[in-house]
């Protein structure tokens, strides 16, 4: 057996992670999923969302590395419109990062299977970006979202370790809830 890549690892890690976000809410209520356990814990749904549109920035970020610049699906399917985000202020990049919890917990975020379903699309886009990182493009300089110079391979294992301690705090709030808190056993 070949011994993967570093591309390959990060896509594999990626698909496995992004499936995990996903099955996270699967076992929730729309209730369930939308309830902020405290001020300062933003609901399942919230993460769920915050991920996507991580996804969804970073995707489009990617594509110019890897074939030509494509814009968000956020903006071009026109999700932010149809959930009436069009002048909500959403934090940085668009992505609920620095919004503050009592500014993220007014958002108007549609149902769960609306957000799972913007989730699902932002996913498969960012998975084909990172599924055509080879090793010159995965070891590209990169300038990533903070303004740092690193590589792609580089930013996209930091984005692997954020999307995973939002994973984490989902895994927690279902626990919270009464629900089995783990989607990785």
């Known amino acids: 057996m070949a ?4 591309s390959e690892i ?10 995990q976000l996903v099955q996270a809410i699967d076992a929730l209520t729309d209730e369930e999923a939308s309830t902020w356990p405290a001020k300062t814990a933003p609901s399942c749904k ?9 996804a969804d920035y970073v995707q489009s970020l990617l594509s110019e590395v890897v074939a030509e ?8 399917a026109g999700v932010a419109d149809e959930w009436g985000f069009d002048r909500v202020d959403l934090g940085m990049w668009g992505a609920g990062s620095g919004l503050g919890n009592e500014n993220g917990q007014s958002l108007p975020l549609p149902s769960t299977s609306r957000v799972k379903a913007y989730a699902k699309e932002a996913f498969d ?3 084909q970006r990172v599924g055509m990182l080879d090793d010159t493009t995965f070891n590209a300089a990169f300038t990533d979202w903070h303004d740092n110079e690193t590589s792609t391979g580089d930013a996209m294992v930091g984005y ?4 995973n301690r939002h994973l984490g705090m989902m895994e927690a709030i279902s626990g ?6 783990s989607v990785t056993v």
């Open 10 to 19: 990060v896509a594999t890690r990626l698909e496995k992670l992004n499936g």
């Open 46 to 54: 919230w993460h769920l969302w915050h991920m996507a549109r991580w």
């Open 125 to 127: 886009l960012l998975e």
């Open 69 to 76: 610049k494509t814009p968000e699906l956020w903006e071009f």
């Open 176 to 181: 919270v809830l009464g629900k089995d808190g």
């Open 160 to 163: 692997i370790a954020h999307a």
């Open 3 to 6: 011994i993967p890549t570093p």
